[in-house]
């Protein structure tokens, strides 16, 4: 039986970890862990907030998923999208889920990432 998503994780393009590192710490407020050796000579990075884990893994043949994406619970939304904003993310707002506040952006290898904060009553 599934008890929990453990983590997320996307592609990224040989040698844009340490854009990643900026993006994901300077600009989402996350964590970088340590990847496990043999796992850290494959490249890419991860990273943490709370239980959230996104993991970045190099794909040679990287195409940034625009589709497919992570759906990031947060807290203030107004305020996170702020943050976002003034450190030059693109926010873009949606208001097509019912009971919940949403925007989308991207982090800079193109790969899409939805944030989103329950708001009024039917919300989960």
Not at 3 to 24: F, H, I, K, M, N
Not at 98 to 112: A, C, I, K, M, T
Not at 114 to 121: A, H, K, N, V
Request: net charge negative; hydrophobic share 40%.
């Amino acid at each position: 039986m599934l008890a929990a998503v453990d983590r997320v994780q996307l592609a990224a393009p040989p040698g844009s970890e340490e854009t990643l590192r900026v993006y994901y710490t300077d600009v989402l407020g996350m964590t970088e862990i340590p990847k496990p050796p043999v796992l850290a000579a494959r490249g890419g990075c991860w990273f943490q907030a709370g239980p959230v884990q996104l993991h970045l893994g190099i794909e040679a043949d990287f195409r940034p998923s625009k589709k497919a994406h992570p759906g990031l619970r947060v807290t203030e939304i107004e305020a996170y999208a702020a943050r976002l904003e003034v450190r030059g993310a693109k926010v873009v707002w949606d208001d097509n889920l019912p009971n919940h506040r949403r925007f989308y952006s991207e982090d800079p290898v193109g790969n899409r990432l939805e944030f989103l904060e329950p708001s009024g009553t039917g919300a989960a």
